[in-house]
């Protein structure tokens, strides 16, 4: 991208940027905490599913060394419903590894749990004024539309990392990074993409050929395997049987309904199914529900309070599905 593209690409961020929580206001200097909270919540997630869980994070913990200090189950109770669950987990990680302050430099910022490529990049370069090669995938859309980049992806990655790594100025460069994010975002999006708004599409290859939505080519996607679970209600006494997921693995951390096999023998219901999609497979996981005349050893939790305990999205789904069999009943 020529100089006076950069330019025009920053005077017209400077105008229209997204007005976001985590961004410092004008003439202050970004907070990294944010910078890193809203980076780590942004990945593989939208900007209004964000905004909710990262004002709920500042408000219960302003700054890293509060995040640090916080219990473990009260974060994933709080990160509830946003996905992608070893984010979670790394966050308490990281903020416990660096309570005392962030690093600035982009290869100590590859260190710390959680932090990949891209999360140090936009780090650096935002929080720290670094000049650092920032690429999420509205930057590698916009960049493979600029440039007509034909390879399909995932195989085009380090050619549009390099191109934007000759876009990316000496100054400003966190600014330069957020503009292309927002220009990704608002003007050059996946479908429908407004040219006629662009600040830069006299540069823009793809513009230039007449069909921008070509671009990003991508390589065809193998097919989403399935497996199938079964998940339990139990309940006793107006209380619903939770467990803990082991640490590592899917779901981690979390509080859930029991699904490794029959917490007590009793005479159990089919209560139907819930579909869920995560990265890799589909899941289809059925919900028995009984009644127990005992209270086995585990974490009981009043049934008309289920929504407070922080399931995640997939076993939401079925306490609703386990709520609506015990008013059945």
Not at 260 to 270: D, L
């Amino acid at each position: 991208m020529p100089v006076d593209a950069s330019e025009a690409l920053l005077c017209w961020y400077a105008v229209d940027k997204r007005q976001l929580p985590w961004r410092a206001e004008k003439g202050a200097r970004p907070d990294p905490y944010r910078v890193w909270l809203s980076e780590v919540m942004l990945q593989q997630t939208t900007v209004a599913a964000v905004k909710p869980y990262y004002e709920k994070f500042t408000a219960l913990w302003p700054d890293v060394g509060a995040l640090a200090a916080a219990e473990d189950a009260e974060v994933m109770a709080a990160w509830a419903g946003l996905g992608y669950y070893a984010r979670a987990r790394n966050l308490l990680a990281c903020a416990r590894a660096v309570a005392g302050g962030f690093p600035s430099e982009e290869s100590e910022l590859r260190k710390l749990p959680g932090i990949g490529a891209y999360t140090a990049a936009a780090i650096a370069a935002i929080a720290f004024g670094r000049r650092a090669v920032v690429v999420d995938g509205n930057i590698e859309r916009v960049v493979s539309r600029l440039h007509a980049v034909k390879e399909p992806l995932p195989a085009a990655r380090p050619g549009i990392r390099a191109l934007m790594d000759a876009l990316t100025p000496r100054q400003d460069a966190g600014d330069f990074a957020q503009a292309m994010m927002d220009l990704g975002a608002t003007i050059c999006t996946p479908r429908n993409p407004d040219c006629g708004r662009c600040p830069i599409s006299s540069f823009c290859a793809a513009f230039a050929e007449g069909r921008p939505e070509a671009y990003p080519v991508k390589a065809a996607k193998a097919a989403r395997p399935r497996r199938e679970g079964i998940a339990y209600w139990l309940e006793h006494d107006g209380h619903v049987l939770l467990v803990r997921r082991p640490p590592k693995g899917l779901l981690g951390g979390m509080l859930a309904l029991p699904t490794e096999a029959e917490p007590v023998p009793a005479a159990w219901q089919r209560a139907g199914a819930v579909e869920h999609v995560f990265t890799h497979f589909a899941l289809t996981i059925e919900l028995k529900c009984a009644e127990a005349e005992w209270r086995p050893q585990g974490i009981w939790w009043p049934v008309d309070r289920v929504a407070e305990a922080g399931l995640p999205t997939l076993f939401a789904k079925l306490a609703e599905r386990g709520a609506a069999w015990r008013e059945a009943a």
